[in-house]
């Protein structure tokens, strides 16, 4: 018998333990990293991480170690679920002890606020290793839904299609499907634009706004997601798909998500520190604010949302006043060539995608489409 697959995890929190859970169900041997010796413990013992994952038993080939050169030895691929600010350090940690041939996937959905970089730019940068080893995955994955087997689905992506099918063949099982993609700035950005939106909708919810707003808020949201990502080279494509729009409805909608729990504690007049606090797990998209608000700038995109969102964390805008602000800034007149008051030369990349799917509908549904 061939020996079994053996696949690590780095970080024990919810999203981590959860994607053990994923690698285990799909056939792999999996290693779990947790940084604390008591809580490796008590996953490699009980097949428990009652800190993160109460009343979820995991599969009995889920092991646990707190030594960073135990998780490493011997892995196949390498996962990496820890909050993005603490990656460049940790990586200086792991580089040493990575194999060889590893490859390294981000689940991560944060940019580094000093330097703005993605994930697995940071993971390029600090591991010293080729792109083509070097994968993310994003989607709608609420952890806890996933930790009970409820069906979902995600995108690997990768520059290298053979890395993303390699990790996508491991990454899937019977509640858990993943398509692959080469858009690695799309996926990515993907997932740390909706955590900004999901945060502007938690405010609108806590200050007690209704579906109206909420639906404007994500409707624009994914357009300024979408101009962002395109202007930095993604494909609109992939944010009309799971890795955009698909994570943008379940973070917008879910009390489980950490991002809309921190924006409707704003929303309801907590103080930004007071949040900071209170959140006893990794809300990404309030260090991500900053960062992406920079790289807009340099590109010359607005974003109206996320610009109110980080007024209301720096306490400079009235949460109640987040909604009639939801124009741009554009003082051009709403005419014809304009989609809710964005600029539509009638060749936007946001709707492109949308064109295609209307395109496939009308042909038959002879094209292919991609998640
Ligand atoms: N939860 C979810 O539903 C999803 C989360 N993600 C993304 O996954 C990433 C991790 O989030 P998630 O698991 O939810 O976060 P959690 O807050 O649940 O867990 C964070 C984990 O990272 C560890 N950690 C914290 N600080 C450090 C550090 N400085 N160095 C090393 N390890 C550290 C924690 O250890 P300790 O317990 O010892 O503090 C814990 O194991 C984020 O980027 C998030 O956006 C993506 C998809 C879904
Ligand atoms: O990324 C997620 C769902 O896809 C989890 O969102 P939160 O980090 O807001 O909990």
């Known amino acids: 018998m061939p020996p079994r697959r053996r696949v690590t995890v780095l970080g024990a929190g919810s999203w981590g333990t959860t994607f053990a859970k994923i690698l285990a169900d799909g056939g792999s041997d999996v290693t779990l990293w947790a940084r604390r010796p008591e809580l490796a413990r008590e996953i490699r013992e009980a097949k428990r991480n009652s800190d993160y994952l109460p009343g979820i038993n995991l599969p009995l080939t889920v092991t646990a170690t707190s030594s960073l050169a135990e998780a490493l030895a011997g892995a196949e691929m390498v996962f990496v679920s820890i909050p993005s600010q603490s990656l460049r350090d940790n990586l200086a940690a792991i580089k040493p002890l990575l194999p060889s041939e590893a490859l390294v996937i981000s689940l991560m959905k ?6 703005g970089l993605r994930m697995s730019e940071v993971i390029e940068l600090g591991l010293e290793i080729d792109r083509d080893r070097i994968a993310v995955a994003s989607g709608p994955n ?27 063949m491991v990454a899937s099982n019977r509640y858990f499907r993943s398509f692959v993609n080469v858009d690695v700035i799309g996926t990515e950005f993907g997932g740390v634009l909706k955590n900004l939106i999901a945060v502007a909708i938690g405010i609108v919810d806590g200050v007690g706004y209704g579906e109206n707003t909420k639906a404007s808020i994500i409707t624009r949201g994914l357009a300024e997601m979408t101009d962002f990502a395109v202007a930095y080279g993604a494909h609109a494509d992939t944010l009309a798909g799971l890795a955009g729009l698909g994570d943008l409805i379940a973070t917008s909608s879910s009390s489980l998500s950490r991002n ?10 907590y103080s930004f520190a007071d949040v900071v606090k209170s959140m006893q797990q990794t809300a990404e998209g309030l260090a991500s604010v900053a960062p992406i608000l920079e790289l807009a700038a340099a590109k010359g995109v607005d974003m109206p949302i996320v610009r109110q969102v980080s007024e209301v964390l720096a306490g400079t805008l009235n949460p109640r006043d987040i909604a009639p602000h939801l124009t741009t800034d554009s003082d051009e ?8 008051g964005r600029k539509n030369t009638g060749g936007s990349a946001f709707w492109r995608p949308f064109k295609r799917a209307f395109n496939q509908l009308r042909d038959g549904g002879r094209s292919s489409s991609r998640d």
């Open 260 to 269: 809309n729990t921190a924006g409707r504690l704003l929303g309801q007049g």
């Open 142 to 168: 609420l952890a806890l839904e996933i930790a009970k087997e409820q069906p979902t689905a995600a995108v690997i992506s990768s520059q290298s299609l053979e890395t993303a099918q390699r990790v996508a």
């Open 333 to 340: 007149p709403q005419g014809e060539r304009t989609i809710d």
């Open 110 to 115: 944060g940019v580094e606020k000093k330097s």
